[in-house]
Nanobody
């Protein structure tokens, strides 16, 4: 299983970015897909997750409805639409897969495979 994340970049506060994570080597219809982020000097933290088959979602509380996670079955891709970006959203964003997962988890330890990360920088 390989996960490739891209779509990061530089945005101004209040702007938007959409991250993509392409999954190869596996059909992810029974998996949980998650997005995490890690800011400099901080631990990696949970952002959002989606149960691919059911479509149900879970978000970190501080996201406050600004971010939306979704998936495209045909493209085997999971997205993170980020709106109303804030400087504190600056981090490296990682996608992850919990193979055959059922319960969506905020814990890093629940995820089996990780992408390489994509940098998001939000200027004030």
């Amino acid at each position: 299983v390989q996960l490739q994340a891209f779509g990061g970049g530089l945005a101004q506060a209040g702007g938007s970015l959409r991250l993509s994570c392409v999954v190869s080597g596996r059909t992810v219809s029974r998996d949980i897909m998650g997005w995490f982020r890690q800011a400099p000097g901080k631990e990696r933290e949970f952002v959002a997750a989606i149960a691919w088959g059911r479509g149900s979602t879970l978000y970190e509380n501080s996201i406050e409805g600004r971010f939306t996670i979704s998936r495209d079955n045909a493209e085997n891709t999971v997205y993170l639409q980020m709106n109303s970006l804030k400087p504190e959203d600056t981090a490296v964003y990682y996608c992850a897969a919990d193979v055959d997962g059922f319960f969506m988890s905020r814990g890093i330890e629940a995820y089996d495979y990780w992408g390489q990360g994509t940098q998001v920088t939000v200027s004030s």
